[in-house]
T-cell receptor, first 113, second 115 residues
Framework: GNSVTQMEGPVTLSEEAFLTINCTYT??????LFWYVQYPGEGLQLLLK?????DKGSNKGFEATYRKETTSFHLEKGSVQVSDSAVYFC????????????FGKGTKLTVNP | DTAVSQTPKYLVTQMGNDKSIKCEQN?????MYWYKQDSKKFLKIMFS???????INETVPNRFSPKSPDKAHLNLHINSLELGDSAVYFC??????????????FGPGTRLTVL
C-alpha cells in the first residue's frame, strides 16, 4: 500500500538557520505529493505541492522537489523564522480511484530567536 | 469567510455517551472527508463522501457513523464513546474526487476528550 516516511522530530533551529525535513514515499504509479503545515492550535494548511516528477513546489520561502528516482519530496527553507514553528506533514495522493491523502507522522519544528 | 467550519471546537464528554461533530463547507466542493489526529499528531483518514455518497470507509469501528445531508455538510456521529476516541477530528473538502490534484481544505479541528 501507499505510505509516507518522514524524518522524526522534533527539530529545533535558531532563526535564519537552514531547514531540511526529509520525506520519502512508497506508492504505485505517480502520486501527487504535498506538504501541509499545522500551526499551534490550528488546522492543516497546504504549504506546497507537486504533481509530477521533477516538479518543484514553492511557497513562503519553502521548496520541495518531486524526485521519482529517489521517491523523495524533501522540504527545505534557506532561512527559517520564529513564525515557521509548526508541525509539518508530508502527504501523497494516488491518481485515480480514492482521493484520500496518506500522511507521514509529522515533524515538529521549533525556531528560537 | 470561513471555508470549512466545524462545531464544536472542543468537546468533553463521559465514556459511553453519544456525540456528534458537524462540518460545513462553503467552497462548493463535491468531496468531504473526516480525519483523526491522535495524541502523537498522526493523521489518518476515516471517511470520504462525494456528492453525499460514501467513497472511502477506512477500518473504523462501526460506532462511528458519518452522515451527509447535502454535499456542503458532513457530520460525524459517535456512539458509546471510549477513552481511545480522544483525539482531534478534522474535516476537509476538495473540489472533486477525480484526478488526484485537487487541494484539500481543512477545518480548524474538533478536540474530543473522553473522560
Amino acid at each position: 500500500g501507499n505510505s509516507v516516511t518522514q524524518m522524526e522530530g522534533p527539530v529545533t533551529l535558531s532563526e535564519e538557520a537552514f531547514l531540511t525535513i526529509n520525506c520519502t514515499y512508497t506508492a504505485t504509479g505517480y502520486p501527487s505529493l504535498f506538504w501541509y503545515v499545522q500551526y499551534p492550535g490550528e488546522g492543516l494548511q497546504l504549504l506546497l505541492k507537486a504533481t509530477k516528477a521533477d516538479d518543484k513546489g514553492s511557497n513562503k520561502g519553502f521548496e520541495a522537489t518531486y524526485r521519482k528516482e529517489t521517491t523523495s519530496f524533501h522540504l527545505e527553507k534557506g532561512s527559517v523564522q520564529v513564525s515557521d514553528s509548526a508541525v509539518y506533514f508530508c502527504a501523497l495522493r494516488s491518481r485515480g480511484g480514492s482521493e484520500k491523502l496518506v500522511f507521514g507522522k509529522g515533524t515538529k519544528l521549533t525556531v528560537n530567536p | 469567510d470561513t471555508a470549512v467550519s466545524q462545531t464544536p471546537k472542543y468537546l468533553v464528554t463521559q465514556m459511553g455517551n453519544d456525540k456528534s461533530i458537524k462540518c460545513e463547507q462553503n467552497l462548493g466542493h463535491d468531496t468531504m472527508y473526516w480525519y483523526k489526529q491522535d495524541s502523537k499528531k498522526f493523521l489518518k483518514i476515516m471517511f470520504s463522501y462525494n456528492n453525499k455518497e460514501l467513497i472511502i470507509n477506512e477500518t473504523v469501528p462501526n460506532r462511528f457513523s458519518p452522515k451527509s445531508p447535502d454535499k456542503a455538510h458532513l457530520n460525524l456521529h459517535i456512539n458509546s464513546l471510549e477513552l481511545g476516541d480522544s483525539a482531534v477530528y478534522f474535516c476537509a473538502s476538495s473540489l472533486n474526487a477525480a484526478g488526484g490534484h485537487s487541494e484539500q481544505f481543512f477545518g480548524p479541528g474538533t478536540r474530543l476528550t473522553v473522560l
